[in-house]
């Protein structure tokens, strides 16, 4: 005996338009209300690489200088906006930049001598680094360091100031408000 197929009702038949564009509508509603969060969290998890990764690399530098027990040296470009030491060169995110910072460093004391400077001799010709842009970081075998303040500023109104103790070596991170730092 063939199978017959009942007739189906039109309602149940699938949705109508207006239930397709109520349910396109809410969701509408639902990306429009987490959008913003979902950048604001997108953001502030690469202002915090960013910030992050400018400090592990101050304190490899300091490492190495602890653990070779000889001075290290490493550079920030201004210009390019990178911290370079040994093979190791670090560009901060696009829209992120290395600056100079114009405050002065005030030392409550002198620093220690320097443990070892071996340092390269200059190619010949090669300009002073001021000259050029750049800070020489120094780290020294017993911890210490050349004091040094660098800011690193982001697109919006994010802005770190890095500070280097002269006695200790440790580096400090303090977040700078956009208006105040100017």
């Not at 000259?131 to 120094?138: F, I, Q, T, W, Y």
Request: proline share 9%.
């Amino acid at each position: 005996m063939p199978l017959r197929h009942r007739p189906v009702a039109a309602a149940a038949a699938g949705f109508t338009l207006l239930e397709l564009l109520i349910v396109l509508f809410l969701i509408g509603v639902a990306a429009a209300l987490t959008a913003p969060r979902l950048i604001t969290f997108i953001n502030s998890r690469d202002v915090r690489a960013a910030r992050e990764t400018l400090e592990d690399r101050l304190g490899q530098l300091r490492s190495q200088a602890i653990l070779k027990n000889e001075t290290q040296t490493g550079y920030v470009d201004f210009d390019a906006s990178t911290f370079k030491f040994g093979e190791l060169l670090w560009q901060p995110p696009p829209g992120w930049k290395l600056e100079r910072d114009p405050e002065p460093v005030v030392m409550k004391k002198p620093p220690p001598p320097e443990v070892n400077n071996d340092l390269p001799p200059s190619d010949e010709g090669e300009e002073d680094p001021v000259l050029r842009n750049e800070e020489v970081l120094k780290f020294y075998a017993d911890g210490s360091a050349k004091p040094v303040r660098l800011i690193l500023d982001g697109p919006g109104r994010e802005r770190y100031r890095f500070s280097v103790s002269a006695l200790t070596g440790k580096i400090e991170v303090e977040t700078l408000e956009g208006d105040d730092a100017s």
